[in-house]
């Protein structure tokens, strides 16, 4: 008999599968934590203090609820609006090729719309014209 040979215990087996399970989870994490995905574009027209909003035909998803998505004004790296607080709510459903109007006081031709998704993802929506 040769007794210098010996199999796999139960041991190894449960580290191996532990291992198994932690890669698992780090996957999982990853790939739940990246947030949502869109992309947000379109025209932006000023409009005496408002900015008429167009997203572009290929906005996606193709609708988003007002709880799910918020706005600002930037020139340059200074937010003009809104001023007393980090993001304007959205005020409707943002869909394709539909316009909204946006309240957007102090805006300027060449300002940038700024568009935050479920709190995670922001896009530069569009330069105001």
């Known amino acids: 008999m040769r007794f210098g040979k ?7 087996y449960l580290l191996m599968l532990a291992a198994v399970l932690v890669i698992v989870a780090i996957a999982v994490y990853y790939v739940t934590s990246t947030g ?11 409009n005496g203090d408002n900015v ?4 572009s ?24 609006y809104p001023t007393s607080s980090d993001w304007a709510d959205g005020s409707a459903t943002l869909q394709r ?3 909204i109007a946006l309240l957007a006081t102090g805006n300027m031709t060449g300002d940038v719309l ?11 929506a569009a330069n105001v014209s």
Do not use: H, L
Not at 6 to 12: D, K, Y
Not at 36 to 46: F, S
Not at 72 to 77: H, K, L, V
């Open 6 to 12: 010996r199999g796999q215990g139960a041991t190894e």
């Open 36 to 46: 949502p995905t869109a992309i947000i574009t379109g025209t932006a027209i000023k």
């Open 52 to 55: 008429n909003f167009t997203p």
């Open 57 to 80: 035909s290929t906005m996606v998803p193709t609708s988003i609820t007002s709880t799910d998505w918020k706005y600002a004004i930037y020139r340059g790296a200074t937010k003009i």
């Open 97 to 99: 090729g539909i316009p």
């Open 114 to 124: 700024k568009i935050q998704y479920q709190g995670k993802n922001v896009f530069d």
